[in-house]
């Protein structure tokens, strides 16, 4: 590895500690919607004062703060100083109301499995991204570059911790990103765009005996619904990501039976490709409602509510290289770079830092906002592994 202090940050790594690290900040309840990330972030804040770093809170919304940490680089000579994002969110979603077998907030062990909300999507991850910077630090490296850590609120719903990052340009001097995101430890380098929206179809009301006299929204909503089912997007196929995809979330209309219904909600999440512009998606789809409505004398209108781009960093990039033959060096073998369709706040800091960003976590994709949600703690501590030592490789350190 070149430095015998990072065989001794490896050597530190050491698995009761860092379960008990993962099970605390999973027994902190920051579902969202509300958030309340704040205690996570404090737990982080503690934990890094107790190894002798120090991290700020950066209060976003009462009881919503981000989590601010750094190991400042001593800076190669002659070269500009490298700055080295680890990113990852605190928020989790509900647990949902299907019951867990395991305690959602208990963190129980069974074998190699941790259970809990936020193990795998994302808390897992930014355990791990905390104590590779812990352990680098505790070792004694010397980084020629900075390490830096990001724990953001709100990314489950809005990116809102994202957002505030980037608009007090927080991390604007980074070089390049890791978000911690679930990938089974694989190396993403692309993701979805996220693009919301809220379709509502506006009638008018009468007696259920008497439909003729109204105006049913529902009847215009299921116009647009057979429509969209033959609706077909202008994109080119991405070599990672595929193609977009359009799923109807939620519907909801009506007063009563006896009632004809004067308003119908339909919302939908597209996942889109790069090179779609989704004013033009929102556009196409309002003449679309537009077309429906107009024969019934029903009025309409199409609202957005999440619009972040897909994401990509071409594989070709010196940093994405470097991610791969760090997997390489520390295990043997050669894992491809792959796409995901999620979104992460990579959503917020691609646009705005143009760096390169790597998606790559110890979670399982599939289990993210699953009941009895899961991590395998031999993949939790191998990226601690692989964070530290990308580190210190993209970095450089002093001998």
């Known amino acids: 590895m070149g430095n015998p202090n990072v065989q001794k940050a ?104 941790l259970y809990g909300r936020g193990t795998t999507d994302m808390k897992g991850g930014v355990a791990a991204m905390v104590l590779a910077m812990e352990y680098l630090h505790r070792a004694g490296v010397k980084l020629q570059g900075t390490l830096r850590f990001v724990g953001t609120v709100g990314e489950e719903v809005d990116c809102l911790g994202a957002k505030a990052v980037a608009s007090k340009g927080q991390v604007n001097d980074a070089t390049a990103m890791v978000i911690s995101e679930p990938s089974t430890n694989r190396p993403f380098i692309a993701h979805k765009g996220a693009l919301w929206l809220e379709a509502v179809t506006y009638g008018k009301t009468a007696h259920g005996s008497m439909p003729d006299q109204g105006v049913n929204a529902i ?70 409602l537009a077309q429906v409505c107009e024969p019934l004398g029903a009025q309409c209108e199409i609202r957005v509510s999440n619009d972040l781009p897909a ?27 792959s796409g995901v ?10 646009p705005h830092l143009g760096v390169p960003i790597l998606i790559y976590g110890p979670g399982e994709p599939t ?20 964070y530290l030592t990308l580190a210190a490789a993209y970095l450089g350190t002093e001998v």
Not at 314 to 334: C, M, R, V, Y
């Open 219 to 288: 009847t215009a909503m299921a116009r647009f619904i057979h429509e969209l089912e033959s609706y077909s997007f202008t994109y080119e196929h991405h070599p990672l990501l595929g193609s977009p995809t359009m799923n109807i979330g939620v519907i909801q209309g009506g007063v009563k039976t006896n009632v004809v219904p004067d308003q119908c909600t339909l919302t939908l999440d597209i996942r889109t490709v790069p090179g779609q512009e989704h004013a033009l998606i929102t556009g196409d789809l309002h003449k679309l």
């Open 10 to 113: 490896m050597d530190l790594i050491n698995e009761q500690e860092a379960v008990n690290f993962l099970r605390e900040l999973i027994a902190i309840n920051s579902v969202n919607p509300p958030g309340a990330e704040t205690a996570v972030a404090e737990a982080i804040r503690d934990h890094l004062a107790a190894a002798g770093l120090s991290a700020e809170l950066d209060e976003v919304e009462p009881g919503r703060s981000n989590v601010l940490s750094a190991l400042t680089g001593t800076g190669a000579e002659g070269e500009e100083q490298r700055v080295l994002v680890f990113s990852g969110h605190l928020d989790t979603v509900p647990t949902g109301n299907i019951p867990w077998q395991h305690d959602p907030f208990g963190g129980e062990r069974v074998g190699n499995k």
């Open 367 to 386: 289990l993210a906002h699953q009941p009895d949600e899961w991590i395998e703690i031999d993949r939790y501590l191998d990226s601690i592994r692989f």
């Open 311 to 337: 994401v990509t960093t071409a594989k070709e990039h010196p940093f994405i290289q470097l991610s791969q033959e760090t997997i390489k060096n520390l295990w043997g073998t050669d894992v491809p770079v």
């Open 341 to 350: 369709n999620y979104y992460t706040d990579a959503s917020i800091y691609g």
